[in-house]
């Protein structure tokens, strides 16, 4: 089996709350070929003080100017020399054995892209909280080693034909691709994520995990999701481009970026909807509702076709 190596970049603002169990849980990996590679983009709070107590175990970039999670992420890359990139936001948490399930993954399958899954919590800590998967089920240990890894495989991510969390925590990227598709932009936060999914459409095969979920996602008053009126804005940037043609430069068509961001779209129009934010409602609308139509059609297309089932390959209970 071929050792792949891993670059994990944390990036973090004034996360000092959460911050100290982001990194133990990039160092305390059990996949040793990794290096983790910290971006400070100029906290104000403790997250200095607490980042220097592991300059032994991270490489620490500091920036004198808060840029943006996009160019910080940029920043720690640029710094990587791992063969795989995996984005970590700075009150997130690796399972203790994502990166084994990725390095399974990529050794048997050779992805350019892994979209990941995510169990969500509140609270503290992992260990304090109850997690759910898929916000329906709930999971009682999360260091529970998975004795099965469910995949699917497709040649673009345009192909995708099941509904997926995009999050920066849950995108591992082949450098050299992470590289050719210019990375994250930087004037898009949030939506950053579905911008770079467009971006990586026809860069190759990609897996996408259904099971195990190898990211903890952390609900606190200052996720996304309590953004919508941000987060609505810049998916129109997004959409905007897409209807443009900006990501043909990427060989990306508009129907290929339409496939990808109709799902998205729908979803923030709903959320806007049920948050009475009606003029972030309308906006989305206006400007998704083309990649809204695209996304139905797909969306019948495989329910008459059948979705794709998952392959499993081996787990990691008995890796020892």
């Not at 971006?39 to 500091?62: F, G, M, P």
């Not at 210019?182 to 190759?204: N, S």
């Not at 209807?243 to 129907?255: D, I, Q």
């Amino acid at each position: 089996m071929k050792q792949i190596s891993f670059s994990i970049i944390v990036t973090c603002f004034n996360q000092s709350a959460f911050i100290r169990e982001t990194i133990e849980s990039a160092c305390n990996q059990t996949y040793p070929a990794k290096e983790v590679i910290v971006v400070d983009d100029a906290s104000t709070d403790e997250s200095s003080r607490i980042l220097s107590e592991y300059r032994d175990q991270i490489t620490l970039i500091c920036c004198h100017e808060n840029g943006g999670p996009s160019a910080g992420r940029n920043l720690g890359a640029s710094s990587a020399e791992g063969d795989y990139l995996v984005f970590l936001d700075g009150d997130d948490v690796l399972q203790p054995w994502a990166l084994e399930v990725y390095w399974r993954i990529i050794d048997i399958k050779q992805p350019k892209v892994i979209l990941g899954t995510l169990l969500y919590f509140r609270g503290p800590t992992v260990a304090g909280s109850s997690l759910y998967f898929r916000s329906k089920i709930p999971v009682t240990n999360h260091d529970e080693v998975p004795s099965d890894i469910w995949i699917l495989k497709y040649s673009r991510i345009s192909d995708k034909d099941r509904e997926y969390r995009a999050c920066a925590s849950t995108m591992v990227v082949e450098r050299r691709i992470f590289q050719r598709a210019d990375g994250w932009t930087r004037e898009l936060f949030p939506a950053e994520d579905y911008d770079l999914m467009v971006k990586l459409a026809c860069c190759g095969p990609i897996i996408q995990v259904e099971f195990p979920p190898t990211i903890c996602y952390r609900m606190h008053a200052g996720s996304i999701m309590h953004k919508v009126p941000q987060s609505a804005a810049m998916l129109c940037k997004v959409l905007m481009g897409a209807s443009l043609g900006a990501y043909r430069k990427h060989g990306v068509g508009r129907l290929d970026a339409y496939s990808i961001l109709g799902g998205p779209a729908w979803f923030w129009f709903t959320l806007a909807l049920r948050s009475k934010h009606y003029g972030s409602a309308l906006e989305v609308f206006i400007w998704g509702l083309p990649a809204m139509v695209v996304a139905m059609v797909r969306r019948l297309v495989v329910l008459v076709g059948g979705q794709r089932f998952p392959e499993a390959l081996p787990g990691l209970a008995d890796r020892n």
